[in-house]
């Protein structure tokens, strides 16, 4: 079956634009989580989405990162007004059910914000 | 503040060698992650540990989790070209997984 996707692969954007980033969970996951990997860095959490719930969103950086899931489903991330420390690999993973399961990542969308 | 702290950052070595990555946190974990990552990919899942002092072996790598699951460490038989990349460790902090910053693992022939 498919693994979690997500596109662009790859994203060029000035500063002070807005980016969308997309991401396809594996069909049947519930949860769906989006992490930023900056270079030498480990994965930091940004938002968590579980079922129906209202989403965590503890780990966003500032109010210019917001994200939404559509029904149940696909997810996207938005960046307003980017930055050039923005810059990074954003990643989303998918699980079965909640916290504790294993995690699927997708391939990652690298941003460069110049 | 960075929860889980990784050592070494990078680690260089040649085929046939043994090596130990270390995992180690102030805070406890209900349970604690071990991910490979090549370049370009996400990271794959290698093992979850749950209890104090459980060890876990896959292949060539074996996995401990310690006693008090503040730490863990990933240990590498005979390492290969193959085992290349990037090593994270991840603890489960309440529905977040905390991730420390990896150990790139360098194996050459």
Known sequence: ?114 | TQLLEQSPQFLSIQEGENLTVYCNSSSVFSSLQWYRQEPGEGPVLLVTVVTGGEVKKLKRLTFQFGDARKDSSLHITAAQPGDTGLYLCAGQYGTALIFGKGTTLSVSS
Do not use: M
């Open chain 1, 1 to 114: 079956g498919a693994g979690v996707s997500q596109s662009p692969s790859n994203k060029v954007t000035e500063k002070g634009k807005d980016v969308e980033l997309r991401c396809d969970p594996i069909s049947g996951h519930t949860a769906l989580y989006w992490y930023r990997q900056s270079l030498g860095q480990g994965l930091e959490f940004l938002i968590y989405f579980q079922g129906n719930s209202a989403p965590d969103k503890s780990g966003l950086p500032s109010d210019r990162f917001s994200a939404e899931r559509t029904g149940g489903s696909v997810s996207t991330l938005t960046i307003q007004r980017t930055q050039q420390e923005d810059s990074a690999v954003y990643l989303c993973a998918s699980s079965l059910r909640s916290a504790g399961y294993e995690q699927y990542f997708g391939p990652g969308t690298r941003l460069t914000v110049t």
